[in-house]
């Protein structure tokens, strides 16, 4: 059994303030020296960032659809290490889900950690109204202990006093803080909600005035009485990562572009790799002329479209990317990374020549052209997973894919894919997983949990490419 506060942030909808409230609250948390660890439910990794940045420690996810439900609770506990509280930012609305009994939903998260939760709301426009509401999210499923909430948005301290009372009298909900209306948060949009923080430009004065925002509009001890009011986990599961313990080491050294175009990786994932026995080293095809002496390459998403214009230039990167791809350098690649091994990538109306590893290039669009959950079924040979293996991931992107049939010409190769997409849509007709030599590109993004043969198989494609090196 295992006894640790912690709550859930929860909303009506998307929007409706929980990042702003969970990066205040984190910051507000951390200053009193209590040592909050950040979670996020829901395939996010900008969210993550600033949560990260917020409390001064990794953002671990915890989403039932990507790790699977089995794995939550142990993986909640081996994540908190000497955390004193835990606060766990759900998404969307707190019963979205995939079904009709919301069995991904942030509510059903809630449930399986024995978390209660706190509900920040949008109360624009609205007095009595919100009492309904909270009334509805309380009785709707009696298994989700409500703890409080958070009026968002709130119009001065006359509409703030209606909400408060008409909340309490007809729900017996606390109401444990008002957050007045602001026109300007610090905290910049871009197309997934918040930009990434390694982009934003006044990054520490953005989750500081979050902080004094939360700090001023929150009563941040009924908070944490809420959240101590937890009560014990008990879980016999043993999560897939053993929290920070490495595995045996294999001697393989697997490289990780990581900058501000290559940014979205969980956490977890890289765990993963050095418990399989990887090191790793950390590279940038911005500032870097080329690959050290690895036995892999991991490339995560971002946004290589506002990195363009360096990508493309950078050949000299792209020369030795590609010579080592020649000589059967496994690279696994996914989203963001699969747009830079592409023929190009076109904004508006500027083409930027990327790595050329695959015959297609990539046009951004205005609207998002995949986002959801994805399945992928492995229906051919690849250099990471076994025939048959399903992958349970995300799609979330606004590149449209074009042929390339110049390049397919130049590079005397047809695309070949190697996943049959069950859900989502992938690179072309319900096809994703494109393959060339050891190199495998995908726009599914997958975690490492939900995902069990994806480490062993980077681990194992990087032994076999050493071992041919004669090393």
């Given amino acids: 059994m295992n006894r640790f506060p912690r709550v859930v942030i929860a909303g009506l909808k998307g929007g409706s303030g929980k990042t702003t409230l969970s990066i205040g609250l984190l910051r507000v948390l951390a200053e009193r020296g209590l040592s909050p660890a950040p979670f996020k439910k829901g395939p996010d990794y900008i969210d993550a960032g600033w949560l990260s940045i917020a409390a ?24 908190r290490q000497q955390a004193g509280i835990a606060i766990i930012e759900g998404n969307r609305g707190i019963y979205d889900g995939m079904d009709l009994e919301g069995s991904q939903s942030t509510a059903r998260l809630s449930k399986l950690l024995k978390a209660p939760v706190v509900l920040v709301m949008d109360v624009s426009k609205m007095t009595r109204t919100a009492a309904a ?57 871009r197309h997934m909600g918040l930009i990434p923080y390694q982009e934003h430009p006044a990054l520490e004065e953005a989750v500081r005035k979050a902080a004094e925002l939360v700090k001023n509009s929150v009563d941040i001890d009924r908070l944490i009485g809420i959240a101590m009011s937890a009560p014990p986990i008990r879980t016999k599961i043993k999560t897939a990562l053993k929290g920070q313990r490495k595995g045996k080491k294999t001697g393989v050294c697997i490289g990780v572009l990581r900058d501000s175009a290559f940014q979205f990786y969980y956490p977890e994932n890289l765990e993963a790799l050095e418990e399989a026995g990887a090191g790793l080293a950390v590279l940038s095809p911005l500032a870097e002329k080329g690959l050290p002496d690895i036995d892999a390459l991991y490339i995560g998403g971002g946004f290589p479209e506002t990195h363009a214009i360096d990508l493309s230039g950078n050949r000299d990167f792209i020369k030795d990317l590609r010579g080592k791809i020649e000589k059967g350098l496994p690279v696994y690649a996914e989203c963001g990374g699969l747009m830079y091994l592409g023929s190009w990538l076109q904004l508006e109306s500027m083409r930027y020549p990327m790595a050329g590893i695959f015959p297609f290039g990539f046009e951004l669009e205005k609207k998002p052209v995949a986002h959801g959950y994805s399945i992928a079924r492995v229906n051919a040979g690849n250099a990471f997973y076994p025939r048959g293996t399903v992958l349970q991931g995300h799609e979330f992107h606004y590149s449209r894919p074009v042929r390339d049939e110049e390049g397919a010409i130049k590079q005397k190769q ?26 495998f590109a995908t726009y599914t993004h997958t975690h490492a949990l939900g995902t069990p043969a994806w480490a062993p198989g980077m681990v194992k494609a990087a032994k076999k490419f050493k071992r041919s090196k004669g090393k």
């Fill in 414 to 439: 047809k695309p070949s894919f190697s996943l049959e997409m069950e859900r989502g849509a992938g690179i072309e007709e319900k096809r994703d997983g494109l393959t060339y030599k050891n190199v």
């Fill in 56 to 79: 001064g420690r990794p953002c671990y996810n915890l989403d039932p659809f990507l790790i699977g439900e089995r794995n939550i609770p142990a993986s909640f506990l081996a994540h």
């Fill in 133 to 189: 509401l909270v009334l509805g999210v309380k009785v709707f499923d009696p298994g989700m202990r409500l703890g409080g909430v958070v009026l968002n948005q709130t119009a001065g301290k006359r509409h703030e006093s209606i909400l408060r009372q008409s909340i309490e009298h007809y729900t017996g909900v606390p109401v444990i803080g008002a957050i007045p209306r602001i026109r300007e948060s610090g905290l910049s949009e």
